[in-house]
């Protein structure tokens, strides 16, 4: 039997020292002004951290602010209904994150008292609480100095130290964090994470960093050395994979029929109109095209008449184009039942 060879992985390099000192007086005075930050509790620190999960921060300001004015605690997410959450994050993409975060609120109420836990390991017992939100919970809202990794913190990290392999690989992550472990102070932990983060946005960028405004210049390994145009290496890019599909606008006195997604399709628990195969027949309306990860879907949309002989029932209804406006909709939904407008004799 032939057994697997496990390559050691050469030890992360050492970490320059002095960092805090310098990165905390720069955020003091240009770290970015953002409406989570305003007043830092738990709950608002939570609510953006899974937003910015997989979202621009930019795109998070306007969504946060109309989140958290319908649902201003945990109590009151956690009295809402899923399909009120879903609507509030309709935009935002990965909805998997509002189902977790709704569920989260129903468990901080039923087993918390409604109070946020405040160490790492026990946040990351809630739904959609990973290793990287539970530390900005408990580092930003708590000040417990827990290290966290995102997109920004990580390119900062590598730069700092002199980390050339490419960052995309469990071992290579694995360092980072041990990295950004060593990397957080004792005191104000919470700004140092925010810091590392609004630094690797606004100074330390994948191109052309500024690296001569920066505060960590004198320590930064890649700077010293000349390597800050190759690190973080690249890796290989996932190839786009085209996928055709045919969505249905089945019509019946003024209505049309829309599905709820089920468990395990993209945007689950979302409404949108149904999909056939490719040889679909009815009237061509248009075609709208969107990409879903590394997917690029082309998506012909048809119209057809109809009996209203499908069942419905919690995950299929006919719905008027008023109704339309009200459902949380798929973002490809969404297009689609804007498409209808254009199409008059449909209505
Ligand atoms: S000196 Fe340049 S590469 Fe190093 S942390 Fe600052 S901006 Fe990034």
Redo the contacts with the bound molecule.
Sequence with gaps: MKVARIRPQPPPPALPRGVAGPLLRWYARAGRDLPWRRSPEPYRVWVSEVMLQQTQVERVREFFVRFVTAFPDVRALAAADEDEVLRLWEGLGYYRRARQLHAAARRVVADHGGRLPRTAESLRTLPGIGRYTAGAIASIAFDVPEPIVEANSR??IA??AGFERPLDTPDAEAAVWRMAAALVPQRNPGRFNQALMD??AL???PAR???T?????KA?V??GTNR?DS?PATSVRRRVERIRETALVVQHGGRVLVERRGPGEWWEGLWDFPRSGSAAKGRLLGRVAYSVTHHRVECVVRGCRSTPRFRTGKNRRWVTPAGLAKLAMTAPGRRIAALLKTVAHLW
């Design positions: 390119r900062v730069r700092l630094l690797g100074v330390c960028t960093p500024r690296c405004d920066c505060p960590l210049a930064c890649a700077h800050v690190i």
